[in-house]
């Protein structure tokens, strides 16, 4: 059984960094993607990162691009998302998620929720100005 857990998050000040971390654990997952998400109060659920795990191809939402980087390390099973100059907007629930990569992809970016299969159960994020 898949399981995903996520850390790190937490409150900081606007320009602060923070670092994301995704357990996962359940199967072999290298033929998957792993994608960070984000979901703010009264917001849909969206796209922040995600890296194919063993070709290591990274993805980006726009608005994180130059701020975040997204990594794996593959003796310990874990994705992480560093946060760079973080800003009030970047506040919200994030998500790691993981997705087959043989799997249909609409965009190759993998940067769909609704096409991933495996969820964790999310870690807060708060950026104060």
């Known amino acids: 059984q898949v399981q995903l857990v996520e850390s790190g998050g937490g409150l900081v000040q606007a320009g602060g960094s923070l670092r994301l971390s995704c357990a996962a654990s359940g199967r072999t997952f290298s033929r998957y993607a792993m994608g960070w998400f984000r979901q703010a109060p009264g917001k849909e659920r969206e796209f922040v990162a995600s890296i194919t795990w063993s070709a290591g191809n990274t993805y980006y939402a726009d608005s994180v691009k130059g701020r975040f980087t997204i990594s794996r390390d593959n003796a310990k099973n874990t994705v992480y998302l560093q946060m760079n100059s973080l800003k009030p907007e970047d506040t919200a629930v994030y998500y790691c998620?993981?997705?087959?990569?043989?799997?249909?992809?609409?965009?190759?970016?993998?940067?769909?929720?609704?096409?991933?299969?495996?969820w964790g159960q999310g870690t807060q994020v708060t950026v104060s100005s």
């Open positions: 998620g993981a997705r087959n990569i043989a799997y249909y992809s609409r965009t190759g970016y993998y940067d769909r929720a609704d096409e991933y299969s495996y």
